[in-house]
Every structure is written in C-alpha cells, then in structure tokens.
C-alpha cells in the first residue's frame, strides 16, 4: 500500500482524533472546562492585613471587587444580612461553586464569623449564579484592598488592610 498524501493526512486526522477522545475520557466527572469551581474558604490575620482565599479548581477566574452599602444574593436581589459596618463585594467570572450535577463544590456555610481576623467580621457566599460565585466581607472599617489570583492550585487572594 503506498502511503499517499491524502491517506497520510486520513491516519492523523484518526490519530488525532483517537488522543483527543482519550484526552476528554480523562477529564474528571463534573468539570466544566474554563470554568473555575470554588472547593473552600479560608481566613488567615497577617501583618497588617486580614486574608481571605476562595480555593478553586480549573483555571483561575477574573476578579473584580467593590464596597457597597449592602451586600445582595445574585440572581434574587435580596438583602444578605451580614455583621460589619462596611461591606465589600467580590465577584469571579466564569466561576461556579457546584458540579454539573448542581451538587455543591464548597462544604462550608453560606456565611461565618471570623473571630480571628482585626477588620473583617464575616464572610457570605452571596451568589453562585449563572458563571459566577460572589462573596461578600463584613469589616469593622473601610481600608484598603488587594484581590489577585494564584495558580498551582488556584486561589482567589482577597486582602483587606486592618
């Protein structure tokens, strides 16, 4: 059989195909691809700054934060009652805090007291609504406010000065 261009072009095509089907047999029930699934919360006080990290799976989300009068639930618009005299908004996009399946990703409670942190009083999961997962910070006062992402594993950083 000689191997023309045309049949070699055929062999890589199925070539191909064949590993990109193992390739997605791979990938873990419940992952969206491009989309961040947010598994945890964390707080931790450090030198001048309370800590927040949303750990997260998948590839790390774009961020963007604001402080507001009053934090509200995505998708109803309700009040989120939370403690705090300040409040700070934080949203990721394309973000999701559940599987395919709707079953949630992050255990933890929709909202929590962090006693051990100086300027923020709680956090709330305000939202896991249409590609994106909103969190909302309590503090005792307005400061300032550092919000980046790592990767290796993925990390939403959410500093707010004390």
């Known amino acids: 059989m000689t191997l023309t261009p045309r ?3 055929a062999a890589c ?3 191909l195909l064949a590993l990109s089907g193992a390739v997605v047999a791979a990938a873990p029930a419940g992952a969206q691809a491009g989309v961040a699934t947010m598994t945890n919360i964390r707080t931790g006080l450090n030198t001048g700054f309370d800590r927040i990290v949303l750990d997260m799976t ?3 989300p774009q961020v ?3 402080w507001t009068d009053e934090l509200r639930a995505d998708g109803s618009g309700e009040i989120v009652w ?3 005299e300040h409040f700070l908004a934080v949203t990721t996009t394309p973000a999701r805090a559940h599987d395919d399946n709707g079953n949630r990703t992050y255990p933890g409670p929709d909202k929590f007291r962090t006693r051990n942190l100086r300027n923020v009083m709680a ?3 305000t939202g896991d ?3 994106y997962v909103s969190i909302g910070l309590g503090t005792r006062y307005q400061s300032w406010v550092r919000v980046f992402t790592l990767t290796a594993p993925t990390r939403v950083v959410i500093d707010v000065g004390n």
């Open 7 to 9: 049949r070699l072009l």
């Open 13 to 15: 095509a199925a070539a």
């Open 64 to 66: 963007s934060y604001q």
């Open 123 to 125: 956090v709330a999961v």
């Open 58 to 60: 998948g590839p790390p």
């Open 82 to 84: 939370l403690t705090g």
């Open 129 to 131: 609504y249409e590609g």
